[in-house]
């Protein structure tokens, strides 16, 4: 049975769609099966950047096939969740089935979507991460949402994202502390950096970080941004 992932918070522009699009890439690269699935309708933003990315290849073969190591992959599938129970039961069934070993969801940005809403109630999602950056109403919102997600999914964790380099650490201990003692609600130790290879998609130059064709950048592992330990969190730390 495939391990199901859902990015997911109420505010927007947390790092969903970045985070989940890095996350699918790196397990891609680990060898791993995964499927990539769009729940955010009707923005699709990952879906349309699948699409982007693919006439770009079309327009400029070479210079991706520069950035794609040798010992590459086929490319993982991306699909968009229409909505329907139909569509559900279809996902629900590729979950069983374990074509997959991990499927990846980029959820929309609400509690009142019922059709994505309706995917967590039919216990298809293992792992519910927020990612979470320090803006107080960010926070709140995502404790209360948290809190509806507990009575479904066994692991909800905050991810915290955009990360400042100075930034105190203490501020993020603090509010971690309150997170998980008060509120019950788990925390990943690892945190996302912020970095401007973020915004960035495939582009001109070679370092680069969302794309669903190409592995990240070893350079931003080295430095920037250990993604690399928290994807790692999130794939063996079980709570
Ligand atoms: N760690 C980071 N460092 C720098 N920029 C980041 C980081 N994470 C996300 N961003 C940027 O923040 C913006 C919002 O990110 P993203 O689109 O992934 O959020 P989202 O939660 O999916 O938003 P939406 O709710 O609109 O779907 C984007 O411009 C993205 O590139
Ligand atoms: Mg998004």
Known sequence: MAETFIF?????????????TLFSSWLDQQKKKVLCVDADAPAYNLYNLRQRELS?????????????PEDSH??????KLGSGIEERQNL?????????????????????????????????????????ILD????????????????????VR???NNVLYHEKE????????????????????????????????????????KSTLCYPAKTLKDKKLDYESVFNELINSKI
Not at 8 to 20: D, E, L, N, P, Y
Not at 180 to 207: A, L, N
Request: charged share 20%; net charge neutral; glycine share 6%.
């Open 8 to 20: 997911f918070t109420v505010k927007g522009g947390t790092g969903k769609t970045s985070i989940a």
């Open 56 to 68: 770009e290849y079309q327009t400029n073969p070479e210079a991706i096939d520069r950035l794609v």
């Open 158 to 160: 905050f991810l915290w």
């Open 170 to 209: 203490e501020i993020y201990n603090e509010h971690t502390q309150t997170i998980q003692q008060t509120y019950g609600i788990g925390v990943c130790h690892h945190k996302v950096k912020s970095t401007s290879y973020m915004r960035r998609e495939y582009g001109s130059d070679q370092i680069f970080i």
């Open 92 to 132: 629900i069934h590729i979950k069983q089935k374990g074509l997959f070993d991990y499927i990846v969801v980029d959820f929309p940005g609400s509690l009142t979507d019922s059709n994505a809403i309706a995917l967590i109630k039919e216990k298809f999602v293992d792992h519910a991460i927020l990612p979470t």
């Open 74 to 79: 086929s490319i993982y599938p991306i699909i």
């Open 136 to 155: 107080t109403s960010v926070i709140v919102s995502n404790i209360k949402a948290a809190s509806q997600l507990k009575n479904f999914i066994q692991d």
